[in-house]
């Protein structure tokens, strides 16, 4: 059986029955994308049918495991991390919303070195006064100036139309940013739990979004059951579910990982493999 390993997860499957040996170590890269061929005769687009409705977005079960996987090599990479919610001074559609979210991230991409980061949209459900109205969480390196970037962060509402609900309504609360230690994994994955795969609204934009670099973060690296083992030597192994196939063999075996000091260490080659990465 091949294993397909991330952090604190490691899924053994059966290659009769789910696939050939994969023909990389690593994966869940976007540098892994095949280039279009400009040269290439392109397909004619098929008329898309417009009833006049809006398609709603969610973040799919898919999504929800990508962004927790790419959050967890995110933090590998970078000492500390910052958990930045922005809010609105007055009720906003969703589209307007994240077109104000892309121009604070233009603005703050021109005058940050290294700036990476990932966002993701949720509803407001405890403001009584804009109760469903959308805001976003994000996850970045960058040490942010508090004042600096709150005040940048509400006249930027203004100059985009949206005004504060009173004249010298300025909350504090619309800028709200908490340190995160990227060595603490339970901590990240605390925020992760909380705030992406348990969001489940619907919306009338995009829902999440990440820097390049974020993108072409692998996530998962192939191994042989002789990498589970070290877990089972260090009685590392938090479940273990299998999965048995055609004529009772085993077909999938999944194991949750305790992540410690212990096993961390056991993923150092995705460690190298996402540091080197420029």
Known sequence: ??????????????????GVVP???????????KKKDPNKDKPKPKPKKNDGKIKLRSLSRRSKQKIRKKITCFARCYKRLSFVTLTFLNKVDDKQAVDVLRKFLDNVKKRSTDFQYVWVAERQTKNAEFEGNVHFHIITNKYWKIDKWWNYWLDLQKKNGIEPREKDFKPSSAFDVK????????SIASYVTKYVTKNNAKFKCQVWNCSRRVSELYTDFYTTTEFTDQFK?????LKEIEIVGQRNQPALNIKMINLNRQTLPLYKRLDDKNKAIK
Do not use: H, P, W
């Open 179 to 186: 340190q995160l230690n990227s060595s603490n994994i339970r």
């Open 233 to 237: 030597r260090l009685k590392a192994i």
């Open 23 to 33: 023909k990389d170590e690593f994966s869940g890269s976007a540098l892994q994308r």
């Open 1 to 18: 059986m091949i294993v397909k390993n991330t952090y604190g997860t490691s899924v053994a499957f059966s290659t009769r029955q789910f």
